[in-house]
């Protein structure tokens, strides 16, 4: 099939997360891009790319070239409705929705709807159950990309005995010994960071003191440096500061192998959660990894979080700080988690994610014959 990815978003492909952190949609766009091209695709990205070459197996344009393809099997139109219309030329349209759904219901989009018909590609089962329309969907779940699953070995010159031993082995160490009390939170600053502090500087440091919180955020770690941020944020870069004295630092995302690193290196990833984030993009990388997490149930969490096997869903602060700490402290608790996080029959491949939109695709194809 020839299928077209539009997204006018940021500048991006397919190798921009293994140099620097990338968001959730846009990886998933890449990722996605080049998964379908492994399984002999023929598969374009028009984005804000500024120049056309090849990543991944994928060719990607700038959204205003020459190159940009004037007609496709497939067009999926990445968050921003008046893209679906950028190639006329089309037998299937489909709107990749990767946030909050309110813009498929609003009245400014419903001519787009009646004049393109598309078809709609949700992330999670929570974010459907949002939609009350009448287009055509499908779930698709994100992958995870290979940098975030725990073994990772040259396997060129291993038996296929040889490399279940390697494999076996590298988890037996990975496990010996438990990281060190440090907690991660990778939450937007205004998607409960302010409730999160509150919890870690008032219950959880007080009773771990050697305890440590990295809070990973571009825009709070540029406040830091130049003591400038969003008004909106304001108050919770204010609390970010003050909490230093709790052992709170701030850091700079990074990329897929950094974050995979840093999750493998700590105790538990806590997440605050939030009522339109469905996606959860950095927990699903995260318990790959075989980090637990404790979160509230909000949102896509309780999809990706196994409560009690990979990390806890909790009530309330209270809960909250409870878990944390106990995690934070026991190494049993802690590796009884990890394992269940990052257990293979969890693991979810980009490739397993493309072949189910493919599987739908063609579910389209039959029902337009």
């Known amino acids: 099939m020839r299928i077209v990815f539009l997204d006018d978003s940021i500048p991006y492909d397919g190798y921009t997360s293994l140099r620097r952190p990338l968001g959730g949609p846009e990886k998933a766009v890449a990722s996605l891009a080049a998964a379908l091209s492994l399984a002999q695709h023929d598969v374009t ?14 060719y990607w344009v700038p959204i205003n070239d020459s190159a940009v393809p004037r007609a496709a099997d497939v067009v999926i139109a990445v968050r921003k409705p008046s893209l679906l219309g950028t190639i006329r030329n089309v037998e299937q349209r489909i709107m990749m929705v990767t946030g909050p759904t309110d813009y498929l219901s609003a009245e400014a989009n419903q001519k787009l709807w009646d ?25 698709v779940p994100p992958g995870v990309r290979n940098a975030y699953f725990e073994t990772t070995i040259d396997t060129n010159d291993l038996s296929p005995e040889e490399l279940v031993y390697a494999e076996n082995a590298i988890k037996q ?14 939450t937007h600053p205004l998607h409960g960071l302010d409730w999160l502090l509150d919890i870690w500087t008032k219950q959880i440091h007080p009773r771990l003191p050697e305890a440590r919180l990295s809070v990973y955020s571009a825009v709070l770690s540029k406040g830091i440096r130049t003591d400038e941020v969003p008004e909106s944020m304001t ?39 939030h009522a339109q984030d469905f996606a959860c993009w950095t927990l699903l990388e995260s318990q790959t ?23 806890y869903i909790v009530p309330d602060a209270d809960a909250f700080a409870n878990v944390a700490v106990q995690i934070l402290s026991d190494d049993s608790v802690f590796k009884s988690l990890s394992e269940g996080a990052g257990a293979e029959a969890r693991r979810r491949t980009w490739p397993q994610a493309a072949s189910e939109l493919t599987d739908f695709i063609s579910q389209l194809q039959d029902a337009a014959a």
């Open 45 to 58: 990205v028009v984005n804000r790319t500024p120049y056309s070459h090849m990543a991944d197996g994928a």
């Open 173 to 186: 160490a990975a496990r010996e010994e438990a990281p060190k009390p440090h907690a991660i939170v990778t």
């Open 289 to 311: 990894a075989g980090l637990p997490a404790v979160a509230r149930n909000l949102g896509g969490v309780s999809e990706r979080v196994m409560n009690g096997q990979s990390g």
């Open 235 to 273: 108050a919770v870069f204010e609390q970010v500061k003050a909490a230093a004295e709790s052992n709170v630092v701030v850091v700079d995302p990074r990329n897929d192998e950094g974050m995979a690193d840093a999750y493998r290196r700590s105790r538990v990833h806590l997440y605050p959660g």
């Open 115 to 139: 004049s393109f018909a598309p078809a709609l590609m949700f992330v999670s089962p929570a974010q459907a159950a949002t939609y009350n329309g009448k287009l055509k969907s499908v779930v």
